[in-house]
């Protein structure tokens, strides 16, 4: 396994862990901030069976034990979720926060797919499922990258409200708005043509991780009751995660150097 994923692989399995946890907190009645868009808990039954499968799931990824199937499973979840949010969406077109909640899901249900394809093959019993596993890896980086497409399109035509979010002390706060939905154009750009996908994840992984860093670790701190907010910085989280396993992992066979 590549250090870029093993290093996402940590980044994203803690996010799923703390999701999960979030989700139990919920279910369970005890203090904290419950899980936000597109993560909102509703029903306690499937609170409790959600965070459960988020938590253990984080768990094997992280300890790197049964974490093929948990990736597996993981995507699989969050497919079905996003099958579940696109009548939602269907019914209110024009909404920026239904297409952000299902296109972050995909996303996360798409490097999830990656890393079921990532993940070493030493045992030869795997061997056979090359192919499949390679296919994974394949369909992870399609998902992936359209939602790369969407985040673009929302960042070109919002960018006055994306520049909001900008820290007050960060000069030239629109530059960044139009710079953020540019670079994400790009990577999927880059994804889907297979070239350059080595760079173009890890600057997607710094510029998530440098956000979690200066906006949303500040703004959960700020506001500990506001779900909203420590779901914002989970996704960051998990999506700077995703950027290291898509820069890891390149397809089997690939001529990519």
Known sequence: MSWRVRVGSLLFGVSIALFGIQHLSYATGAPGPPPGPPWTAGVLAWAYITGAVLVGCGAAILANKWALPAAIVLGTMFLVRVALLVPGLAADIRSPGKWTSLFELLAI????????????????????????????????????????????????????????????????????????????????????????????????AIQFFSWLLVLHIPRAAAAWPNGD???????????????LILAGSPPRRSTET
């Open 229 to 243: 907010e420590w779901t914002s910085m989970l996704v960051a989280l998990a999506m700077a995660g995703s950027g």
């Open 109 to 204: 249900c798409g490097v999830s797919l990656v890393l079921a394809g990532a993940l070493p093959r030493d045992n030869p019993e795997l061997r056979r499922w090359d192919p499949a596993l390679d296919r994974l890896i394949f369909a992870g980086r399609v998902l992936f990258a359209v939602s790369l497409v969407v985040f673009a399109i929302q960042h070109f035509m919002y960018p006055k409200f994306v520049a909001t979010l900008v820290p007050a002390w960060i000069p030239a706060r629109l530059f960044w708005a139009w710079f953020s939905g540019f670079a994400f154009a790009a990577t999927a750009i880059s994804l889907a043509a297979n070239r350059l996908v080595r760079l173009s994840s890890t600057l997607l």
